[in-house]
């Protein structure tokens, strides 16, 4: 089971932290990904972190990228997505996922979610 | 970037149909595509990887094939339980982007 959490009402500009914990699933050797769904985008992938066999890389959208980071603690079983200057076509559904395996990027394990919703 | 352009973007078919979804990608992507299907509410669940891989658990009515820029997703008897929108999803190259959806509904 993975959930999220965090999500919630921020003006442009401001900043939010989601968290993903995964529990009975191990994404400890797992690069775990950031999706977000809107109705104006549909699904959209935000970025990507790799497990500690590849250095903990992060890949992003150029959208996000220089706004976003994606982190994690493998002690935790925990990925995180700190998300500043937020806009508000940032406003979003925000999915965190687990990568299949290390040549199939497909998502196997996917959270319930959390809505981020930038308005003033 | 890859765009993803599935079609069509809704039908309507009736428990017991064959239906088919084409997924087209704006460059060569060998056999990089994913399908996932998603209820309303609900975090999309994978169903086909590597274009014809059926995932862990899925029912053998759902099928994938293509490979390089066209791909189809079929479900070969439609049961009640299939009506969800469906989504593909390259792996190419970042950045992975999705197709825009079908929405499957009952005729």
């Known amino acids: 089971q993975v959930v999220e959490s965090g999500g919630g009402l921020v003006q442009p500009g401001g900043s939010l932290k989601l968290s993903c914990v995964a529990s009975g699933s191990n994404f400890r050797g797992s690069p775990v990904h950031w999706v977000r769904q809107s109705s104006v985008k549909g699904l959209e992938w935000v970025g990507r972190?790799?497990?500690?066999?590849?250095?903990?890389?992060?890949a992003y959208a150029a959208s996000v990228a220089g706004r976003f980071t994606v982190s994690r603690d493998d002690s935790k079983n925990t990925a995180y997505l700190q998300m500043n200057d937020l806009q508000t076509d940032d406003t979003a559904i925000y999915y965190c996922?687990?990568?299949?395996?290390?040549?199939?990027?497909?998502?196997?394990?996917w959270g319930q979610g959390t809505m981020v919703t930038v308005s003033s | 970037d890859i765009q993803m352009t599935q079609s069509p973007s809704s039908l309507s078919a009736s428990v017991g149909d064959k239906v088919t979804i084409t997924c087209q990608a704006s460059?060569?992507?060998?056999?990089?595509l994913n399908w996932y299907q998603q209820f309303p509410g609900k975090a999309p669940k994978l169903l086909i990887y590597g274009a014809s891989n059926l995932a862990t658990g899925v029912p053998s009515r759902f099928s994938g094939s293509g490979s390089g820029t066209q791909f189809i997703f079929t479900i070969s008897s439609l049961q009640p339980e299939d009506l969800a929108t469906y989504y593909c999803?390259?792996?190419?190259?970042?950045?992975?982007?999705f197709g825009g959806g079908t929405k499957i509904e009952t005729k």
């Open positions: 972190i790799r497990s500690y066999t590849n250095d903990y890389r992060t």
């Open positions: 996922a687990r990568q299949l395996d290390l040549l199939v990027v497909a998502f196997d394990i």
């Open positions: 999803q390259h792996y190419e190259s970042l950045p992975l982007t």
């Open positions: 460059h060569d992507i060998k056999k990089d």
